[in-house]
């Protein structure tokens, strides 16, 4: 299998996150993991994940079944906490130590938002209420403020033109696209600094692939996005970073590789990203 770059996806997207030089070094990363690892009961999903996020742009986490690249995005909102979760190490949100003493759940979720493998609108609700849900659950309730975000959010979500006169319709009545991208607009709603994005073209078909693929690249000039995929030639398109994560000896996850996404996908340092990344592998 060959991997080919989109041309201009990856530069693109890091031009728009700030100027070149220098200057553009000292940018912090938008999220670090510390030696993080993460285990249910007796079995250890993933190990010793050491890894920054650059801000304002998409790092993807590639790798087969079963090597916690779920397990990884869903510790940074903490979504493990009622799931007998055990998270060692430091996950970093900027300054937020997400695990640290004191550190409510519910500060982590208003500042990154999630969106899922399979559209999950809230089936008795319209596109308008769907897409600010999370703001009526913070406690926000003036509704020039709820319509202003919605429209916004839309917008992002480049679904506004497709509902701007259907806002109180049920969600259910869209297709899977638009359906995730409605998930895409709820998730942006509350202004996360960091979109976590589960497989989110798993269940769409090519079309709607190519139009979500377009909108995770022009939400990174605004947003940081933290992709999963076992979609090498959708790392190559949209990703401007990429981490693989292998199966060890023991079948426990581990990071083998992180970097630039031409770097990764066409010329790693571990000859084990190569085998996966070529498709020998995995």
Known sequence: ?????????????????????????????????EEVSVGFKNHIAVRGVTLEVPARQVTTLVGPSGCGKTT??????????????????????????VYGAGT??????????????????????SIFDNVVSGLRFAGIRKKPVLKEAAELALRQ????????????????????????????????????????????????DPIATAKVEQLITRLAHEVTVVLVTHNMFQAARVS?????????????????????????LHSPDDPRTMEYVSGRVG
């Open 240 to 264: 401007d970073h990429v981490a693989v994560l292998l199966m060890g000896e023991d079948r426990v996850g581990e990071l083998v590789e992180a970097g630039p996404a031409a770097k990764v």
């Open 104 to 125: 409510r759940a519910e500060l982590v979720r208003s500042r990154v938002g999630m969106v899922f493998q399979r559209p999950n609108p809230f089936p008795t609700m």
């Open 72 to 97: 990884l995005l869903r510790a940074v909102n903490r979504m493990h906490d009622h799931l007998d979760g055990q998270v060692e190490g430091r996950v970093l949100l900027g300054d937020l130590d």
């Open 157 to 204: 979500a480049a679904l506004w033109d497709l509902v701007e006169h259907r806002l109180h319709q049920p969600a259910v009545r869209l297709s899977g696209g638009q359906q995730q991208r409605l998930c895409i607009a709820r998730a942006l709603a509350v202004q996360p600094e960091v979109l976590l994005m589960d497989e989110p073209c798993s269940a769409l």
């Open 1 to 33: 299998m060959t991997v080919t770059s989109q041309p201009g996806a990856a530069e693109s997207n890091a031009s728009a996150s700030g100027p070149s030089g220098p200057a553009a070094e000292t940018v912090p990363p938008a999220l670090r993991f």
